[in-house]
């Protein structure tokens, strides 16, 4: 009887040997197994191969499991339920079913200690350490795919055969959604992996992918800019008065730019003391980019062409804005600006709950602050800013002062410039 338990619990043991590998392999993640692999881990390299023929591989395992368990069962009946018999008959009431009784204990018995010692114990360690449990028992695993390589290709066969048949696609575990992406941050932030600095920097980088340039760009109205011919005097006053870096120099209106100034180069070349020129002899050729091109795009053609500002056209070729190297950089690590100078557009909680809601802050930035689903901002009507939002919502200009509902929020317009939403105020309804 002895032997039997020796043996049956050894059984046991393979088994959870099976059910562990079979999870660790399958859950761990392949960006770690490749960085152990490069450091020199054969185990890794094996793991990984087995992970990208989930067929195979878990055909081996199944196998395994399977004959583990029929081995277990037979030795219970053979071993144990003969020696239990005699016990459960010497109770008298119950003699008659002693044979039945002693089969169904000792099958209790091996199910009870499969199940804990065989399963649960072994795939919570394959969970807690899945890369460090599937480097260490691949190799055994791969080798006795490999002494069994008949029968688990017959497997194999069989199970790719009904999966075709039933049109089930193999699906790549290397797929990671921006969603998986967010999530793992979130996660990493409540954990304490980022600093609150380093979980906002993330999240701004995430919504900079979203943005594009007319998200972020100074609009045609607020732009100004030096006429070609206008007077040296008079962009003397332009520039001494005005918080701007660069300025458009156009011929005539915004439409027909033919340079972009910088003040450093103005000072440089004598504008402060006086001396005559064309403002267009320090004007540096303009940069112009579409209104859809992607922000971090824009980043990279302002690392590029060494020009570190762009005017955005839309489809006509109408100048619509223009942005800066500062507008996009801001855009990931929050307002820089200095003193004097017109900062990103915000949106501040008031002490009621409520949100002061500037009308150019872009409706990306908007959706992640109110914490509305990510869907929502999918199923926004083609506008890029909370002012261009509320008048897609009421299908014409707004009203200061008048209110609306959307998304579970009530909007209040507060103040508006023209026909320009400068200011609004988003209440939890």
Known sequence: MMTAIVVLSLLVLINGIFAMSELAVMTSRHARLERLEARGSRGAAVALSLSREPTRFLSTVQVGITLVGVLAGAVGEQALSGRLEPIVASVSPLAPWADAISLWIVVLLITYFTLVVGELVPKRIALAHPEAVATAISRPLNALSVIAAWPIRVLSWSTEGIL???????????????DDVRALIVRAASTGVFTPQEHRLFQRIMRAGDLRVRDLMVPRRNIIWIDESEPIDSV?????????????????DLDHCVGVVHVKDLIAYGLIAGREFKVTTVAHTPLFVPETMPALRLLDQFQSTKVHI???VDEHGGLQGML?????????????????EAGLPTMHRRDDGSWLVDGRLPVVDLVAGLGLPAPVEHSLPDVST??????????????????????GWTIEVVDMDGATIDKAIFTKQ
Request: aromatic share 4%; proline share 3%.
């Open 164 to 178: 075709a048949l039933l049109r089930v696609k193999a699906r790549s575990t290397d797929d990671v959604s921006e």
């Open 236 to 252: 003397r006053v332009l520039v001494g008065t005005s918080p701007h870096s660069h300025f458009p120099v156009c011929r005539g």
């Open 310 to 312: 762009a005017f955005v």
């Open 386 to 407: 909370v002012g261009g939002l509320i008048h897609a919502v009421l299908d014409r200009i707004a009203q200061e002062g008048e209110t609306l509902s959307w998304q």
């Open 324 to 340: 800066t190297l500062n507008d996009v950089t801001q855009s990931i690590v929050g307002d820089v600006s200095r003193k004097g």
